[in-house]
């Protein structure tokens, strides 16, 4: 079966494409690092109320779980509607719930903070996962096909570049302005996010502007195929394989990280914000280097996406190698923000690379079931994860092992992928032709 190129869009200038990238990078930028920041303080007061290894895994665990169940009416619902009024709506919800989570907060003390906070989570991961979904399948409405991968890169630039501040920008307003700060601050942002997404000009498509409502056997019908499509496509089906057992294990690393260092090692908050940072460097160069050096073409796309995967694997060991190691903080901070500096950097290359493989090859009017759908599986294993890490790093004073352990499960079930993987490619791309 061949694999149709996405069909034709009107024409987008160079000019207009550039403007919209800018507008998309501002966008980004704002909304990345108040929400980081957020997350962040929302971490940390959690940890400090409940000395809990779930703190840092709480969105980790509440955002797969809505998007499995929100997976088909948001499928369909991107694909039906002109996406700038899906973006539109979802923003105006967030906006609003976050002004009635500010307003409800402080009548909940301790534990029970955990009310309001587990609600606005609810609400913000539908409006994340509706946005990420939305943008994906827009891509082709917003820039001409050879500026998709610079968007792409440049908008994981703006994350990465927001990343590297907001650690320690989340530190130092935690101190000055507590969680409540936090709050104004991201309501702030998303209004200033959302001003810019107005400014944006969508290109839509003449299937834009015929919309009629569905019952729900019509929601389940048209979700179906776009899932016999991903069915005809054993690249993206191994590659979903590969990716769902990566988040399993990446997890470890998210929630282990931070409460390795303080709980187990017994440092301050200062090397967690040092390997948030060397992450985020390691994913603003990643995102520098595919918006400098294009990998649109299918050249060589096998090594493209396992080489990645290889180094990732690595990364993990040696960073639980040098927390079963070393006893300075100083060699937490340093060593590790180069360990997590180059494991981002692998992460963001496979995830871009792959990203515009789907963007090129995908039609446009399945594209948004196809990324929700891969989307939601590729996340739906990190509430067991999250949870199942949760128990194994409270239960062993040696949470390094646990990453070490992580790396070798992870390196043997990658070398096994190998083969299937290269074949899988080889077909895809010469079906293609």
């Given at each position: 079966m061949s694999n149709p190129s996405p069909e034709?869009?009107?024409?987008?200038?160079?000019?207009?494409?550039?403007?919209?990238?800018?507008?998309?990078?501002?966008?980004?930028?704002?909304?990345?690092?108040?929400?980081?920041?957020?997350?962040?303080?929302?971490?940390?007061?959690?940890?400090?109320?409940?000395?809990?290894?779930?703190?840092?895994?709480?969105?980790?665990?509440?955002?797969?779980?809505?998007?499995?169940?929100?997976?088909?009416?948001?499928?369909?619902?991107?694909?039906?509607?002109?996406?700038?009024?899906?973006?539109?709506g979802s923003l105006l919800a967030r906006i609003t719930a976050l002004f009635?989570?500010?307003?409800?907060?402080?009548?909940?003390?301790?534990?029970?903070?955990?009310?309001?906070?587990?609600?606005?989570?609810?609400?913000?991961?539908?409006?994340?996962?509706?946005?990420?979904?939305?943008?994906s399948a827009a891509i082709h409405e917003l820039v001409n096909?050879?500026?998709?991968q610079r968007l792409s890169s440049l908008t994981q630039s703006a994350?990465?570049?927001?990343?590297?501040?907001?650690?320690?920008?989340?530190?130092g307003l935690y101190s000055f302005v507590g969680f409540t700060g936090f709050i104004g601050l991201?309501?702030?942002?998303?209004?200033?996010?959302?001003?810019?997404?107005?400014?944006?000009?969508?290109?839509?498509?003449?299937?834009?502007?015929?919309?009629?409502?569905?019952?729900?056997?019509?929601?389940?019908?048209?979700?179906?195929?776009?899932?016999?499509?991903?069915?005809?496509?054993t690249m993206i089906k191994l590659t979903i394989l590969l990716s769902v057992i990566l988040n399993f294990f990446y997890t470890a690393v998210?929630?282990?990280?931070?409460?390795?260092?303080?709980?187990?090692?017994?440092t301050s908050n200062g090397p967690v914000g040092v390997l948030e940072t060397g992450s985020a460097i390691g994913m603003l160069l990643g995102s520098l280097m595919l918006s400098i050096f294009p990998t649109g073409n299918q050249k060589r796309l096998f090594w493209k996406l396992m080489m990645p995967v290889l180094v990732i694997d690595i990364q993990i060991g040696l960073l639980g190698l040098l927390f079963s190691t070393s006893q300075s903080a100083a060699n937490y901070a340093i060593i590790g923000s180069l360990i997590m500096g180059i494991l981002a950097l692998a992460l963001v290359i496979l995830n871009i690379t792959f990203q515009v493989y789907l963007q090129q090859t995908v039609p446009t009017q399945l594209l948004g079931r196809v990324?929700?759908?891969?989307?939601?599986?590729?996340?739906?294993?990190?509430?067991?994860?999250?949870?199942?890490?949760?128990i194994i790093f409270q239960n062993t004073h040696h949470g390094g092992l646990v990453l070490i352990v992580n790396s070798l499960l992870?390196?043997?079930?990658?070398?096994?992928?190998?083969?299937?993987?290269?074949?899988?490619?080889r077909t895809d791309q010469s079906s293609s032709i």
């Open positions: 034709s869009v009107p024409m987008i200038s160079n000019r207009q494409s550039n403007a919209q990238i800018i507008k998309a990078f501002i966008s980004n930028f704002i909304s990345s690092l108040s929400g980081k920041m957020f997350s962040f303080g929302l971490g940390l007061m959690l940890l400090d109320e409940t000395h809990s290894a779930i703190s840092f895994g709480l969105n980790m665990l509440i955002t797969p779980i809505i998007g499995l169940l929100c997976l088909v009416p948001i499928g369909n619902l991107v694909d039906t509607y002109p996406h700038k009024a899906v973006l539109t009635l989570f500010a307003i409800s907060i402080n009548f909940f003390i301790g534990n029970n903070k955990l009310i309001p906070i587990v609600l606005f989570l609810i609400v913000d991961a539908i409006s994340t996962n509706l946005n990420d979904t939305c943008y096909r050879h500026s998709v994350i990465s570049l927001s990343s590297i501040l907001s650690p320690a920008l989340g530190v991201e309501i702030i942002a998303t209004i200033a996010a959302f001003g810019v997404m107005l400014t944006m000009h969508f290109h839509y498509q003449p299937r834009n502007q015929q919309i009629a409502p569905q019952s729900h056997h019509d929601q389940l019908k048209s979700f179906r195929l776009g899932i016999t499509y991903m069915q005809s496509r998210t929630i282990g990280t931070p409460y390795i260092l303080k709980a187990q090692l017994h990324v929700a759908t891969m989307t939601t599986v590729n996340s739906s294993i990190m509430p067991i994860g999250t949870l199942l890490f949760t992870l390196i043997g079930y990658t070398l096994l992928l190998l083969k299937p993987l290269h074949q899988a490619i």
